[in-house]
């Protein structure tokens, strides 16, 4: 819309809908939000028809056939994913100038790659990561197709490095299910944008399955309904991930490892970095009508009241794991696997105890971008519970924000001699690996020996945290946080646990509560007294 | 015992005095819900009432303080120690004697010397304690265009506010029960309903010219 030509007919205009739709009790239109309006869904039209270029027709046996195809006309495009973190694994903190990525950065899922590397890098932007002398600079490994498939047939599977089937396949083994491999030749010439259920693959089921790690990342985003995320369902805005997270060159935009607590620049369009993985991005730095919500932005994270709860969409998310029992087996001799009522696995052998959350109430931290990144090779204090990325922020802090958390518990290994980490083997076909042979003496041994660090021998358990920022599954505006979940007395308020700051409704000074108290009492006394004693000191007969 | 009436609540003054006493209400009600004493129509809303009958009241007093010096009437605020010692022995002990107050309203003198006094507090220290906290208080969001962020903390305006509100609420109960005071329960209340008290002629002084004009003549 052109200001200068619609004018003053707008504000009226504007006034007679805003009338209208009162009367009629509708939800506001969104575009009167004054949303730039994106592609959504990332529907335009392509400029090329892959299925007619010569290079594309096949047929393709392999990955790295493919790849090669696609890099002979894409020819940067090795080079810039093999750039990205979706390739190196690796990321340098801005903010803290250490080296971080699934490489290194330690974690209370899982636990380490290294030694893992064939079941851990199905899900690694490339192919035959098998172990650590993985070459990082030959293109030809690179996995075009995991994003840019189209078909949804294309699928890395979980324990080959990387690749998709090439030959049918018994999956799982001894259940008489053959899967047959997907068809590369058909899904090279269906390439296009990456869609949510390219990126959902992996990042869906991070942590080894659905809703597993992230707690607002499942497949429930697949097809949303709006009360689950305003964004991505298809009544809301329909947006698929890349149009927050952005691509540059293959590099994406809004990354854990270099967050932004505080966007101070608003929308994106201003200042053209191509990179909208911010609310303040589309939204601006005052989307509120109200100008006291609006203030509330500088202290606190539109998550942090956007996203009332996380798992809202039907799918629990791992909120406990305990290494420490892992190994058992059941009077059988056979290992144990435990279900709860709703058939998640409560306990395995191979992993210990779980806990699950559906419709989980956030933790509320401080939060200024900085990230405390504990990693394998690091001292650990022992004496209590060891946070693995500890976020930075207080009351004090200009740059923080209050954002919302899902706090991982776990239980993990770590080498109470040399105060550090370990890296447990877990994957393997061999007599050392944890899921197979349920040893920790063998399987840790095994895990720093291929790492190439020290180990004492000595293993024990220590109880770690997690933190990981909620920000997706936005609610609609009308589930949002009320002010009274935060501005209350209630030891269940929201911010209960923030105690840096002073927050009306719940914070008061005894002193002054107690001698106003006083002179309230005082006055409706004194009054009562006056009054009862004229009452009868009153003359017969007045 | 005949009784004379003289028109001393001029209307705007009567429309000031309730608009601003149910306003008050309001804000008492509301600001302690916000303070967290308890619950009644929730957060939110406690905060949009509060702060609109907050800038109801701004603009009421702009124009009371506008007709305040037309009418010079404001002269009525000045303090005087004059007799003030005999009102607080008439308080303490003359009134359950049945003795005559000692202070007669007339329209150039409606305030007795104790009122004056606290009226004087009441506008002198309550009342900026409570609009300076409470401006402060609403702007926070703002402290930082206005370069003020150093120098306030919202601990402390919150502080100042609430001790503000607790004094106005003492202040509140001993203005109601006073107002029983008069030649009958409800005289004063009557007084500043109608505008007209009715002056007691045995005990009344010489009424001045002013107290014996009619109304509009004022």
Not at chain 1, 127 to 146: E, G, H, I, P, R
Request: with cysteine; charged share 20%.
């Amino acid at each position: 819309m052109d200001k200068r030509t619609f004018g003053w007919r707008r504000w009226i205009g504007g006034a007679l809908i805003l009338a209208a739709s009162m009367m009629a009790g509708a939800a506001s239109d969104p575009a009167a939000g004054g949303l730039p309006v994106a592609a959504a869904g990332g529907k335009a039209a392509s400029t090329a028809d892959h299925s007619k270029f010569k290079e594309l027709q096949g047929p393709f046996k392999t990955g790295p056939e493919v790849t090669k195809a696609c890099l002979a006309c894409h020819n940067e495009a090795g080079h810039q994913v093999m750039k990205s973190v979706h390739w190196t694994w690796e990321a340098i903190s801005p903010t803290t100038g250490k080296k971080l990525g699934k490489q290194h950065a330690a974690n209370n899922f899982c636990g380490s790659i290294l030694s893992n590397e064939p079941r851990c890098t199905s899900c690694h932007a490339g192919y035959d990561w098998k172990d650590k002398n993985y070459d990082f600079t030959n293109q030809n490994n690179v996995d075009c197709l995991a994003c840019h498939d189209t078909t949804a047939t294309y699928k890395k599977i979980a324990t080959d490095a990387g690749h998709p089937l090439y030959e049918p396949r018994e999956m799982p083994k001894g259940s008489g299910k053959i899967v047959q491999p997907p068809d590369l030749t058909k899904i090279a010439q269906a390439v296009g944008k990456p869609g949510r259920q390219n990126c959902g693959a992996c990042h869906f089921n991070g942590g080894g399955g659905d809703a597993v790690k992230h707690g607002d990342l499942d497949t429930s985003l697949i097809k949303p309904p709006k009360d689950v995320d305003v964004h991505m369902s298809p009544e809301g805005a329909n947006l698929s991930c890349a149009d927050c997270h952005t691509f540059n060159a293959h590099q994406p935009s809004g990354s854990r490892y270099a967050a932004t607590a505080k966007d101070t620049k608003g929308l994106d369009m201003k200042h053209e970095d191509h990179n909208r993985a911010t609310c303040e991005s589309c939204h601006d730095l005052r989307p509120h009508k109200n100008e006291r919500l609006n203030n509330h932005a500088n202290r606190v994270a539109c998550q942090t009241c956007h996203i009332p709860e996380f798992a809202r969409g039907g799918i629990a998310t791992k909120t406990l794991w305990d290494w420490s029992t892992g190994g058992k087996r059941g009077p059988d001799g056979k290992p144990l696997f435990i279900k709860d009522d709703h058939g998640h696995l409560i306990y395995s052998a191979e992993k210990g105890d779980f806990k699950y959350g559906e419709n989980v109430r956030p933790a509320y931290k401080w939060y200024n971008g900085v990230v405390h990144q504990i990693s394998i090779t690091d001292k650990i204090d022992d004496s209590r519970i060891l946070e693995l990325n500890r976020v930075e922020g207080s009351a004090g802090d200009p740059n923080a924000r209050i954002w919302p958390f899902k706090v991982m518990v776990g239980k993990q290994p770590y080498d109470p001699v040399n105060k550090t980490l370990v890296v447990n083997h877990v994957y393997g076909n061999d007599d050392t690996a944890f899921w197979g042979n349920f040893d920790y003496e063998k399987s840790i041994k095994a895990g720093m020996d291929y790492a190439g660090l020290p180990y004492s021998g000595k293993f024990d358990f220590i109880e770690t945290r997690m933190n990981w920022f909620i920000t997706h599954m936005v609610a609609p505006k009308e589930d949002a946080l009320k002010c009274s979940d935060c501005h209350t007395r209630s030891e269940d308020g929201r911010l209960a646990a923030i105690t840096d700051i002073y927050m009306p409704g719940r914070d008061r000074n005894g002193w002054v509560d107690l001698l106003g108290g006083l002179a309230i009492i005082g006055a409706i006394g004194a009054g009562s007294i006056h009054g009862i004693a004229r009452i009868l000191t009153r003359r017969k007969g007045h | 015992m005949s009784a004379n009436r003289i028109y001393i609540y001029k209307r705007y003054e009567r429309f000031w005095h309730w608009s601003q006493a149910l306003l008050i209400i309001v804000m008492m009600i509301t600001g302690f819900e916000i303070h967290g004493s308890y619950t009644l129509m929730g957060f939110k809303d406690a905060v949009d009432v509060h702060t609109f009958a907050a800038w109801t009241l701004l603009v009421i007093w702009a124009f009371t303080i506008f007709w305040q010096f037309t009418t010079g009437e404001w002269r009525q605020y000045i303090p005087s120690m004059k007799n003030v010692s005999a009102m607080v022995l008439y308080y303490t002990v003359g009134i359950f004697k049945e003795m005559p107050h000692p202070f007669r309203k007339t329209t150039v003198q409606k305030h007795n010397p104790l009122q004056r006094l606290a009226y004087l507090a009441l506008l002198a220290f309550i009342s900026p304690l409570i609009w300076g906290s409470g401006l402060l208080y609403l702007f926070y969001g703002n402290w930082a265009q206005l370069g003020i962020d150093k120098m306030f903390s919202l601990e402390g305006v919150a502080l100042v506010h609430t001790a503000g509100a607790f004094m106005i609420t003492a202040f509140f109960f001993i203005h109601v029960y006073l107002t029983t005071t008069g030649h009958t329960i409800f005289a004063h209340i009557k007084a500043m309903i109608t505008g007209w008290e009715e002056v007691d002629e045995d005990h009344a002084p010489a009424a001045t010219e002013q107290g014996r004009r009619a109304p509009g003549k004022a």
